[in-house]
């Protein structure tokens, strides 16, 4: 195969004001401008968008999910950060 | 009574916006990758959109009750008062999306002209289609730019496509009797007032495309009285065949 | 399904780490999603990529018997809905082609591996579009066929099959609707109309069953997809599902299906059909089919004519690049 890939774009959309971007899902293009436009053609052809952003793939970095242990596990533990760790007494209703 | 120039003003615009989408229908599933097949059918869209609003509205000026499909599909060659332009092929994308740049070019002042009409129907359909061919000239700009400043033979393609094309826009700045009775209502626009700003859109991306202006030259007309190039009975044929064939059919 | 080919036996079990291999099992059966990251066993990895892309490839070859007639559709109302139809179905083989993707493969390779004929695509795609009633039963059947395939693949182990998949469905959920609106008019009009669609439903009958693959008792490798859940019902239960749902609205258009051994089991509620011709299904699979030849010669028509174009952006992209790092 001869051609040259054209670059993958990630698209990131908000619904609504007061939402924030979420990912909708990618196109190629060759480059930004044409990126934001295929975003738009592509990905909301039924009002699904007020605001697009698209970042090239490759600048995403990830975590590698091998380190899921290191990187997450250790937040199980920390149940008092969760309201419900709490006990009110009966009188108060809510808090 | 019937308003014949501002039913006939309404049939023009209808039949541009029909035929030039009919030619963008051709790409769907065609197109050289799938964003663009889908943002060229998104125009497509658009102007039938367009197409359906005139014709309807230009059915009710004309009150012999002839509905959108009426006019769109039960008319010949000699009654389609499209601009030639619209119905020039699409020998390639270049072609297509030269064709697209220069007519949006003019398309987006107009309809933005035209949401001042005295006529709140064309104000209103103005007021939506100025920011779709506000999108349709962003969208062709752009690949005009990028053919031009491309590779060479994206270069020598868009170029050809231009110097093809050029001969075709004089038609979009005529004003006849048609025009003119309208413009003096405040209805329509006279195209000569937004040559200018044409004018600087094109200039500005031909520069940007690293193509030249065409020497103003012999422009064609012939398109608003019926005078067609060859294409349009092609493009009709099939565009018409079923309302033709089964006359009574509803679809 | 779009993925019929897969009902060929294919793929070689590698060697895998027992452990790892327990412990992605125990993941699936938690119903737990499986991100492109994760660990996979290498069969599950090309059993997707096979799978969403002879998806992806059906949805874009689909777009040209239905585009058959979009310079053909007889009211400017049927036109845009036609178009709007035949770009989700480029809009969905886009989506899928991303979600490949995140395994590994570029949307050229897998175009590549289309125009090439290495890839298969839906057996539905190779028959003919002959009257306008064709572009309503193929909104009916075909697209009734694949969402009662789509649905269960939104709950698909893998997760970006499962979002593309949860995105469509939401996005075809017209499309069903229009064909049968579309026979519904032809059915009120006239005689010739009617016709029409008798005949449409007559042809494209029984390519719709073969749709679902064949069947379970000549389906040899469902077993791994349905452990995996990427298939979480067999050919034969979607079929019979689909021919469920659809006898009723066929009493309701007014027209009968071609099936002469089409009848309701009082017992089970079913409706008994008869045998697909199982023969016509393998040798248009094979490449047989009538326009077979004729889609992939559009296909690469389209995307060989469409190189200079691609090269072009790419070749602006790089001289803006370029004057950007050297200003």
Not at chain 1, 53 to 82: L, Q
Not at chain 3, 200 to 206: D, I, Y
Not at chain 3, 284 to 301: A, E, L, V
Request: net charge negative; hydrophobic share 40%; charged share 25%.
């Amino acid at each position: 195969m001869s051609e040259q890939a054209t670059p993958l774009w990630e698209v990131f959309i908000r619904a609504r004001n007061g939402m924030s971007h979420r990912h909708a899902g990618s196109v190629h293009a060759a480059d930004a401008e044409m990126a934001l436009q295929a975003a738009r053609d592509v990905y909301t052809r039924r009002g699904e968008g007020l605001s697009i952003w698209v970042v090239p793939s490759a600048a995403i970095i990830a975590n590698d999910p091998d380190e899921k242990g290191e990187m997450f596990e250790p937040t199980a533990s920390k149940i008092y950060r969760h309201p419900t760790f709490y006990e009110l007494p009966d009188e108060v209703a809510n808090m | 009574m019937t308003d014949t120039a501002l039913f006939t003003y309404c049939m023009r615009l209808a039949d541009d916006s029909a035929i030039l989408s009919q030619r963008l229908g051709e790409w769907c599933g065609h197109a050289s990758h799938l964003e663009e097949d889908i943002a060229l059918t998104n125009i497509a869209l658009d102007l039938i959109g367009h197409a359906r609003e005139l014709y309807t509205y230009a059915g009710q000026i004309e009150g012999k009750g002839r509905d959108e499909d009426a006019l769109c599909f039960h008319r010949v060659e000699r009654e389609f008062n499209n601009l030639l332009l619209v119905e020039q092929p699409n020998d390639d994308f270049a072609y297509a999306i030269m064709r697209q740049f220069l007519f949006s070019a003019f398309m987006h002042p107009f309809w933005e002209a035209m949401m001042n009409s005295k006529d709140e129907q064309l104000a209103g359909l103005a007021a939506k289609a100025e920011k779709e061919a506000t999108y349709h000239l962003r969208h062709s700009a752009e690949w005009v730019i990028r053919l031009g400043d491309g590779t060479e033979e994206s270069h020598n393609r868009i170029n050809n496509a231009l110097e093809f094309l050029w001969m075709y826009t004089g038609e979009m700045f005529e004003c006849d009797e048609v025009v003119s009775s309208l413009v003096a209502k405040e209805v329509a626009i006279d195209p000569m007032s937004i040559k200018h700003l044409w004018d600087e859109t094109v200039n500005t991306v031909l520069v940007r495309a690293n193509l030249e202006r065409p020497t103003e030259s012999w422009m064609q007309t012939g398109g608003r009285k019926g005078e067609h190039s060859e294409h349009l009975g092609h493009i009709l044929s099939p565009m018409q065949y079923l309302q033709r064939s089964f006359p009574q059919a509803q679809w | 399904m779009y993925t019929q080919a897969l009902n060929n036996p294919a793929v070689e079990a590698g060697v895998e780490d027992e452990e790892k291999l327990a412990a992605f099992q125990a993941r699936i059966d938690r119903e737990e999603k499986i991100e492109p990251n994760d660990w996979m066993p290498a069969a599950y990895r090309k059993t997707l990529v096979r799978q969403i892309s002879q998806h992806a490839h059906s949805e874009v070859v689909g777009m040209l018997p239905e585009g058959n007639w979009v310079t053909r559709a007889p009211s400017l109302k049927r036109k845009a809905i036609l178009l709007a139809k035949i770009q989700d179905e480029g809009g969905h083989g886009l989506y899928l082609y991303s979600a490949a993707e995140t395994l590994g493969v570029s949307r050229e390779e897998l175009v590549d591996q289309l125009l090439t004929g290495k890839a298969k695509y839906s057996s539905i795609f190779n028959y003919p579009t002959l009257n306008w009633a064709d572009v309503g039963a193929v909104g009916w059947l075909v697209d009734g066929a694949a969402i009662m395939n789509q649905i269960p693949l939104c709950r698909c182990s893998f997760g970006p099959y499962s979002r593309a998949m949860i995105r469509i469905c939401k996005e075809e959920s017209f499309h069903q609707r229009q064909g049968y609106d579309l026979l519904v008019a032809m059915m009120k009009g006239t005689a010739e109309q009617q016709e029409m669609v008798q005949d449409a439903v007559n042809r494209l009958w029984w390519p719709a069953l073969m749709m679902f693959g064949p069947s379970d008792k000549d389906s040899k490798h469902s077993a791994d997809s349905m452990k995996w859940k990427i298939k979480r019902f067999t050919n034969d239960e979607l079929r019979q599902k689909f021919v469920d749902a659809t006898v009723p609205q066929a009493k309701v258009l007014g027209i009968s299906l071609p099936d002469p051994d089409l009848k309701l089991n009082e017992e089970t509620g079913h409706w008994e059909h008869g045998e697909p011709d199982w023969d016509e299904f393998y040798n248009t699979i094979k490449g047989n089919g009538i326009c077979n030849k004729q889609r992939m010669k559009d296909r690469i028509k389209a995307h060989e004519d469409g190189a200079w174009v691609r090269e072009a952006a790419q070749a602006y992209a790089a001289k803006q690049a370029a004057k950007k790092s050297a200003a």
